[in-house]
């Protein structure tokens, strides 16, 4: 059963930055994606940021510029650096990962961005 946790999470000052990590149970080399996902309170869940297996990296607008994503094959971790934060960016933050037809999600990690 693949297990992915996320921690990192917390509050923080509009402006601050938190880098959020995301431990993976099996090599991140076997899946073919890996992405980060929010929810905000009230809110629908949704996609972030993404890095496939080629490398290739990708962004919803609201975040371009001011997160970034990247991993760590070696510790089996993705990461999440986001700075500039902004109150809108408070939410649960989840890790994904895919293996084609399958998806896995953590708990997720709680972040707070007060005014």
């Known amino acids: 059963q693949v297990q992915l946790v996320e921690s990192g999470g917390g509050l923080v000052q509009a402006g601050g930055s938190l880098r959020l990590s995301c431990g993976v149970s099996e090599s991140i080399f076997s899946f073919n994606a890996m992405a980060w996902y929010r929810q905000a309170p009230g809110k629908q869940r949704e996609w972030v940021a993404g890095?496939?297996?080629?490398?290739?990296?990708n962004y919803v607008d609201s975040v371009k510029g001011r997160f970034t994503i990247s991993r760590d094959n070696a510790k089996n971790t993705v990461y999440l650096q986001m700075s500039s934060l902004k109150p809108e960016d408070t939410a649960v933050y989840y890790c994904?990962?895919?293996?084609?037809?399958?998806?896995?999600w953590g708990k997720g990690t709680l972040v707070t961005v007060s005014s």
């Open positions: 994904k990962a895919v293996r084609f037809p399958h998806d896995y």
């Open positions: 890095i496939n297996s080629g490398g290739n990296l």
